[in-house]
C-alpha cells in the first residue's frame, strides 16, 4: 500500500473528492482527512490518532531496539561465572524485549506527531484540508489522475512509500 496525500482548498471540494474515491472503489477505510482543529466534517472519514501520530514508526523502532538490548542482556549474561543461558532462553529474552520495546515506543509515539502531517501543518492551520489516501501501489497513477482531472485545485503533495498492513 501506498499512501498519497492531498492538499485541497475546501469542505466541498473535499466531500467531492472523498467521494469520487468512494466510487472509484477505495474504501472508506483507507480514506482520512485532516483539518484544522474545529472544522466540522461532518460524514468525512476523519484520520484517527494512528494516522495523525507517530505510533507506527515508534512500535517498529521499539521493537529493533528492545529485541537487539533482550539479546544483548542475555548475551551478557552469559559472561557472568556459573550462569547458564540456553538457546532457548536467549531467544525469550529478545523477544520479551522486542514486546516491551514495541509496548513503550506505542506509548511515546502516541504523544508525537506525524512526522509526514507536521509539513502541512501551516496549510491546515490556514484551512485547507488534507486527505490521506491508502491505496494499492498498482492504483497510484489511476487515483492521482482522477483527482487532478476533476479538481485542478487539488494539490498533490506526494506519496509515503509503503504503508503497514495493520493500522
Not at 145 to 158: I, Q
Request: no cysteine; net charge negative.
Amino acid at each position: 500500500m501506498r499512501r498519497l496525500y492531498f492538499l485541497l482548498p475546501d469542505l466541498d471540494t473535499t466531500h467531492k473528492v472523498v467521494d469520487e474515491l468512494l466510487l472509484a472503489r477505495v474504501e472508506e477505510r483507507h480514506i482520512h482527512v485532516i483539518a484544522r482543529e474545529g472544522t466540522p466534517l461532518e460524514d468525512l472519514p476523519e484520520a484517527s490518532l494512528i494516522q495523525k501520530s507517530d505510533f507506527v514508526p515508534a512500535v517498529e523502532r521499539g521493537i529493533a531496539m528492545g529485541g537487539a538490548t533482550g539479546v544483548v542482556a542475555g548475551l551478557a549474561a552469559l559472561a557472568f561465572p556459573g550462569v547458564v543461558i540456553a538457546g532457548g532462553a536467549l531467544l525469550a529474552m529478545g523477544l520479551a524485549g522486542a514486546g516491551m520495546g514495541a509496548w513503550l515506543g506505542g506509548m511515546i509515539g502516541m504523544d508525537v506527531e506525524n512526522t509526514h502531517i507536521r509539513q502541512f501543518e501551516e496549510a491546515i492551520q490556514n484551512g485547507q484540508l488534507l486527505v490521506l489516501v491508502d491505496v494499492p501501489r498498482d492504483r497510484v497513477d489511476d487515483i492521482q489522475e482522477l483527482v487532478r482531472k476533476h479538481h485542478a485545485e487539488a494539490d498533490f503533495e506526494g506519496t509515503e512509500p509503503t504503508i503497514p498492513a495493520f493500522p
